[in-house]
């Protein structure tokens, strides 16, 4: 019985407690606190300030009711303190009752918060190396935080933000939550660091910056299958006997990928590298090469096929139906001939003087396959410039950029051409008339250049005959006029020169004499006379 007395005296005073829940919403004048919000950290000490009303507190009734703390009044202003704050769910309210008997309530929101004690990060259900392609669930667990509504949880790849996240719960106390991610990692993401963070946003009344906590960072290992480094290769590959042989099968992978040739031919030591090399192929080396290329995430198979070819066995330059020295003015017929040739159609044939090209040659409907001998000719009229000239010819197989590169290239021997011509002038091969004076020197020029050397022959106005290019007389005398002839041969042919010699009188010469004649012999008439006198 005496529990039932309890029990309704506290009914009672809960009733009064609560009566001053009740207001009249139309109220003139409100309590204002001061601040109007307040944001505090579990444990810290709070405070706010509590105007009670300014012109309508005409009556006594008028307070400030708390859960915790405690209260100073000031005449209707009152103060409300509370040393450490351990409360999560807490409203203070100011009220006053008018002379009508409304009642006027403010409440004083109070956000009491707890930053996160623990930031982890995980995958979700696996641990060890990811594979391309395949996805993975991130997770990002954290501890004892309130209130979770006001968390921001930032997942990032490195430092590229990939989401953000909060909670749908509106509990005040402290919880522990999780927020996921799926993730589909590429190679890329090789080595990369993931983490996430959370931040406790409060609002302008929060602490400034607001709290952040962040996770470890997991250092991730994506596994993929090999891929082949470089842009493709041809196929075929065309190889060249004697020529090596480069085929590259690197590849890029995690777990670093090994490597399994299949070759051709088993006379071949088996090979496990990247690259594969043969320094000089034969023929057992054509044919189809693969390359097994595999790690835990996969395999790649690389087929390279080989085709094998001779070059030209020999490549020989001639004349056709000629040998020995040739003539200025005929013609004559090089022919270049390629032994041996697969194939026939790939060949080109250019035949050189010197370091001149004389024009390229091919095969012209003739795809052989086979090896063959070909004969190229070429029509040539030499000059006396290409007298000691070089005449040689090449012979290139392209096959294209599949093909060998730089294409190979067989060169025949060099001829040394010798080339006859008749004796030519070096000077006008026009007839000249020379006038000399008696005494004075004559100088005849009947140089000339051929092959072979040219031998002069003279026909002088005297009895006498010359041999030489020049002929020259120091002192001409009367009988030196007349008509000379040069005859230029050699065994190609002749050509003559011709020179018409006019001898003047010297004049002076003669007065000269007949003055000294004189005195010598007036002279002699004087001493005769003298010596007669003298007797």
Same mark, same amino acid.
């Given at each position: 019985?005496?529990?039932?007395?309890?029990?309704?005296? /506290?009914?009672?005073?809960?009733?009064?407690?609560?009566?001053?829940?009740?207001?009249?919403?139309?109220?003139?004048?409100?309590?204002?606190?001061?601040?109007?919000?307040?944001?505090?950290?579990?444990?810290?000490?709070?405070?706010?300030?509590?105007?009670?009303?300014?012109?309508?507190?005409?009556?006594?009734?008028?307070?400030?009711?708390?859960?915790?703390?405690?209260?100073?009044?000031?005449?209707?202003? %009152?103060?409300?303190?509370?040393?450490?704050?351990?409360?999560?769910? %807490?409203?203070?309210?100011?009220?006053?009752?008018?002379?009508?008997?409304?009642?006027?309530?403010?409440?004083?929101?109070?956000?009491?918060?707890?930053?996160?004690?623990?930031?982890?990060?995980?995958?979700?259900?696996?641990?060890?190396?990811?594979?391309?392609?395949?996805?993975?669930?991130?997770?990002?667990?954290?501890?004892?935080?309130?209130?979770?509504?006001?968390?921001?949880?930032?997942?990032?790849?490195?430092?590229?933000?990939?989401?953000?996240?909060?909670?749908?719960?509106?509990?005040?106390?402290?919880?522990?939550?999780?927020?996921?991610?799926?993730?589909?990692?590429?190679?890329?993401?090789?080595?990369?660091?993931?983490?996430?963070?959370?931040?406790?946003?409060?609002?302008?009344?929060?602490?400034?910056?607001?709290?952040?906590?962040?996770?470890?960072?997991?250092?991730?290992?994506?596994?993929?299958?090999?891929?082949?480094?470089?842009?493709?290769?041809?196929?075929? /590959?065309?190889?060249?006997?004697?020529?090596?042989?480069?085929?590259?099968?690197?590849? @890029?992978?995690?777990?670093?990928?090994?490597?399994?040739?299949?070759?051709?031919?088993?006379?071949?030591?088996?090979?496990?590298?990247?690259?594969?090399?043969?320094?000089?192929?034969?023929?057992?080396?054509?044919?189809?090469?693969?390359?097994?290329?595999?790690?835990?995430?996969?395999?790649?198979?690389?087929?390279?096929?080989?085709?094998?070819?001779?070059?030209?066995?020999?490549?020989?330059?001639?004349?056709?139906?000629?040998?020995?020295?040739?003539?200025?003015?005929?013609?004559?017929?090089?022919?270049?001939?390629?032994?041996?040739?697969?194939? %026939?159609?790939?060949?080109?044939?250019?035949?050189?003087?010197?370091?001149?090209?004389?024009?390229?040659?091919?095969?012209?409907?003739?795809?052989?396959?086979?090896?063959?001998?070909?004969?190229?000719?070429?029509?040539?009229?030499?000059?006396?410039?290409?007298?000691?000239?070089?005449?040689?010819? @090449?012979?290139?197989?392209?096959?294209?950029?599949?093909?060998?590169?730089? *294409?190979?290239?067989?060169?025949?021997?060099?001829?040394?051409?010798?080339?006859?011509?008749?004796?030519?002038?070096?000077?006008?091969?026009?007839? @000249?008339? %020379?006038?000399?004076?008696?005494?004075?020197?004559?100088?005849?020029?009947?140089?000339?250049?051929?092959?072979?050397? *040219?031998?002069?022959?003279?026909?002088?106005?005297?009895?006498?005959?010359?041999?030489?290019?020049?002929?020259?007389?120091?002192?001409?005398?009367?009988?030196?006029?007349?008509?000379?002839?040069?005859?230029?041969?050699?065994?190609?042919?002749?050509?003559?020169?011709?020179?018409?010699?006019?001898?003047?009188?010297?004049?002076?010469?003669?007065? /000269?004499?007949?003055?000294?004649?004189?005195?010598? /012999?007036?002279?002699?008439?004087?001493?005769?006379?003298?010596?007669?006198?003298?007797?």
């Amino acid at each position: 019985m005496f529990l039932r007395y309890v029990f309704v005296i /506290i009914s009672v005073l809960n009733f009064l407690h609560n009566f001053h829940v009740c207001c009249d919403e139309n109220c003139a004048e409100k309590p204002v606190f001061t601040p109007s919000r307040l944001v505090v950290k579990y444990g810290d000490p709070a405070s706010a300030t509590c105007l009670v009303c300014q012109h309508n507190c005409t009556s006594d009734q008028f307070g400030l009711e708390k859960p915790v703390g405690y209260t100073e009044e000031y005449g209707t202003t %009152i103060s409300w303190k509370v040393d450490n704050l351990t409360e999560w769910d %807490i409203s203070p309210q100011c009220y006053y009752t008018d002379d009508d008997g409304n009642q006027c309530i403010t409440r004083l929101p109070i956000t009491v918060y707890h930053p996160p004690k623990n930031v982890h990060l995980s995958f979700l259900n696996h641990s060890g190396p990811m594979f391309a392609g395949h996805q993975y669930t991130l997770q990002c667990t954290v501890q004892e935080v309130a209130p979770i509504g006001n968390l921001i949880v930032t997942f990032y790849r490195g430092q590229t933000e990939l989401q953000r996240l909060q909670s749908s719960s509106t509990t005040s106390e402290p919880v522990t939550e999780t927020f996921t991610l799926d993730i589909n990692p590429t190679k890329e993401d090789d080595g990369v660091q993931y983490w996430c963070e959370a931040k406790l946003d409060l609002g302008a009344e929060g602490p400034q910056p607001p709290p952040v906590v962040t996770s470890q960072k997991i250092t991730t290992t994506v596994y993929y299958q090999p891929e082949l480094k470089g842009s493709s290769h041809p196929d075929p /590959i065309t190889v060249i006997a004697g020529s090596p042989l480069h085929l590259n099968c690197s590849s @890029e992978g995690n777990p670093s990928p090994s490597y399994t040739w299949t070759l051709p031919s088993a006379s071949r030591s088996p090979f496990s590298g990247d690259t594969l090399d043969i320094k000089s192929v034969t023929s057992v080396d054509g044919g189809q090469y693969l390359c097994l290329v595999q790690n835990a995430a996969g395999n790649v198979t690389v087929k390279f096929t080989v085709d094998f070819y001779n070059p030209p066995k020999n490549v020989h330059l001639s004349f056709l139906n000629h040998s020995g020295p040739m003539y200025m003015g005929h013609q004559y017929t090089l022919q270049c001939t390629v032994q041996e040739v697969p194939p %026939i159609g790939n060949l080109t044939v250019t035949l050189y003087h010197g370091q001149t090209s004389l024009g390229q040659q091919h095969v012209k409907n003739k795809p052989v396959e086979t090896p063959v001998n070909e004969t190229f000719t070429l029509n040539i009229n030499p000059r006396k410039e290409d007298d000691g000239g070089l005449y040689w010819c @090449e012979a290139k197989l392209d096959l294209g950029a599949e093909g060998p590169q730089p *294409p190979p290239v067989v060169t025949s021997q060099n001829i040394t051409t010798t080339v006859y011509y008749k004796p030519q002038l070096k000077g006008s091969p026009d007839p @000249e008339r %020379i006038n000399v004076t008696e005494g004075d020197p004559l100088h005849l020029n009947c140089s000339s250049e051929g092959n072979p050397s *040219p031998s002069y022959t003279w026909t002088l106005p005297s009895t006498s005959h010359f041999s030489g290019s020049t002929f020259s007389i120091e002192a001409v005398t009367s009988t030196d006029g007349g008509q000379y002839i040069c005859l230029v041969s050699n065994s190609v042919g002749n050509v003559t020169k011709e020179f018409t010699v006019d001898v003047k009188v010297n004049y002076i010469n003669i007065i /000269i004499g007949v003055v000294v004649a004189v005195i010598i /012999i007036a002279a002699l008439v004087f001493v005769m006379w003298y010596l007669n006198r003298n007797k």
